[in-house]
């Protein structure tokens, strides 16, 4: 479906700026809609002499005039007697239109949208004369103030230059609406913003005093009457309420004033009660902080283990025991790691690249040595991964690293043997996000009869029931091939100067159900 944008540009011979205003018109008419009951469409004069309806409203106040969808077609009947002629007067004008499919009587009210120094574009509004709401304050009010709106529409003054309001997050008309007079004090209080007076403990008539004498913050009605343009502000009016203002100007439609010197008569005050949605988010945040704290404490407590297991291998006479205590020491530290990790970021998923990273220099300190240099690298990220998934994997990627360097470089290597960690995310034939993870280093390779699933070493093991049980993945490992190391052109230029053709390990692990 075309935007009101696309409409503008394929049929009209407005620039940006008109095409602008218009858009800041469209994206502020929701309240305006509500304060007439009454839909709203925006009618935009075509190059071939016709009418395109390029935009429609309908009010949340209200009962709809249409039921079907009129954007993007053109207008034939009366419609366009009463459209054109406020387009070229430039006033605001009424009439009566028909109804497909109905007996009943239904008016227009067209307002010239003017920009610069002359109209764009007609504003209207199209409601049914038997089905209207009963006329009480309340509506004689809201009508008013569109009246007001509508003025400002004709004149130029509205909407507002500049960003438009988020609507998903601005309060609406419904939520609660006080009308301010040009001496700042209250003419109007809607029912809701009655209630929600009520909430903070104000319940005086407010209609003829100040916000400010209420004991209600006001500093929203005195930036929008200072400023001369709309202001949205949030604040704790008591300990246990919060709530969003949104403060619109209004001014009086006089062509013979400069509109910079055109001065504010009143504004209209939306109220929202947003105190339930911020104390959850309050409830989100300290949650959140009380999982990191837990991560950074279960990071210390690994530390500590870690730390009393390097004690005792200093008791330990056999090679064979030192060699395992320093293996367990290696695996506390891998996941040790995923906890501090975890702890500085929020929510519950981790950038793995962030974890990593920090690994192959863990890796890296702990396997390096003169006889057997190993340079380790790694290409891509991975993007962000469950926590869950995270720790397992980080583990797993240890022992292969380990591995690698354990039975691809024998001591006394000549040359520079190369480890890469290739990390990519994609998805599976079912739209699911898989993990993919490539180790290939330029070592020894694997033995012609080598499979996996027969490899009794600790470390295969682990990575093995780690990937096909925790994580439900798949594990490959096979020989490596001048095409492995085109990722990496140090690992191609030692490709010839190595023991073996070396080894391929090849994980993809699911990061969805």
């Known amino acids: 479906m075309a935007t009101l944008g696309d409409f503008a540009r394929q049929h009209t011979d407005l620039g940006k700026e008109g095409i602008g205003h218009l858009q800041n018109l469209v994206s502020e008419w929701g309240i305006l809609a509500d304060f007439c009951f009454a839909d709203l469409l925006l009618y935009l004069p075509t190059k071939t002499d016709e009418w395109l309806v390029a935009a429609h409203v309908r009010a949340a106040t209200g009962q709809t005039l249409y039921i079907a969808d009129f954007v993007g077609s053109t207008v034939v009947d009366d419609r366009r007697r009463i459209i054109e002629s406020s387009y070229r007067s430039g006033e605001i004008e009424e009439g009566e239109i028909p109804i497909d499919g109905t007996d009943g009587a239904a008016r227009m009210l067209a307002i010239p949208v003017r920009h610069g120094n002359r109209p764009v574009a007609v504003l209207t509004r199209e409601w049914s004369t038997r089905s209207g709401r009963q006329p009480g304050e309340l509506e004689r009010t809201y009508l008013e103030i569109f009246g007001r709106f509508a003025g400002m529409i004709r004149g130029g003054l509205f909407p507002f230059p500049g960003r438009a309001a988020d609507s998903s997050i601005s309060p609406r008309v419904g939520d609660g609406v006080l009308v301010i007079d040009d001496d700042a004090k209250v003419r109007y209080a809607s029912p809701n913003a009655v209630s929600a007076l009520h909430r903070v403990g104000i319940g005086a008539n407010s209609v003829g005093q100040t916000l400010s004498e209420l004991g209600f913050t006001d500093s929203a009605v005195r930036q929008a009457f200072e400023r001369g343009e709309p202001v949205v502000e949030e604040f704790d009016q008591t300990a246990e309420v919060t709530l969003l203002a949104r403060c ?167 040359g520079r043997g190369s480890v890469a960690v290739q990390l990519l995310q994609e998805t599976d034939a079912d739209n699911h996000a898989v993990l993919c993870v490539r180790v290939i280093d330029n070592g020894a390779g694997l033995a012609p009869d080598f499979d996996i699933a027969n490899a009794t070493g600790l470390g295969l093991s682990i990575v093995r029931t780690l990937v096909t049980t925790e994580l439900g993945g798949t594990i490959a490992m096979r020989r490596a091939t001048p095409a492995d190391y085109d990722s990496d052109a140090d690992m191609q230029a030692a490709f010839d100067t190595t023991a073996g053709p070396g080894t391929v390990i090849e994980l993809r692990v699911p990061l969805s159900a």
Do not use: M
């Not at 062509?255 to 949605?277: C, H, I, Q, W």
């Not at 060699?323 to 695996?331: F, G, I, L, W």
């Not at 891998?334 to 974890?355: K, M, N, W």
């Not at 039975?407 to 000549?414: A, D, N, P």
């Open 248 to 414: 619109i100007p209004l001014f009086h439609d006089d062509e013979k004033s400069d509109a910079r010197e055109r001065r504010v008569t009143g504004a209209v005050l939306l109220l929202r009660d947003v105190s339930e949605l911020r104390r959850r988010d309050r409830l989100i945040l300290s949650k959140d902080a009380t999982i990191r704290e837990i991560h950074h404490r279960v990071k210390n407590n690994l530390q500590t283990i870690s730390s009393l297991l390097r004690l005792q291998v200093r008791r330990l006479d056999s090679a064979e025991a030192k060699a395992a205590v320093d293996e367990s020491v290696r695996r506390i530290r891998t996941i040790a790691l995923v906890h501090e990790t975890l702890s500085r970021e929020p929510g519950d998923d981790v950038a793995f690249i962030e974890i990593v990273r920090p690994l192959l220099r863990l890796v890296e300190d702990s396997l390096q040595s003169p006889d057997r240099p190993v340079r380790f690298v790694v290409h891509g990220d991975g993007g962000r991964v469950p926590a869950t998934v995270a720790t397992p994997l980080s583990v797993v990627l240890t022992e292969l690293l380990q591995n690698a360097v354990d039975h691809g470089f024998r001591e006394g290597l000549t």
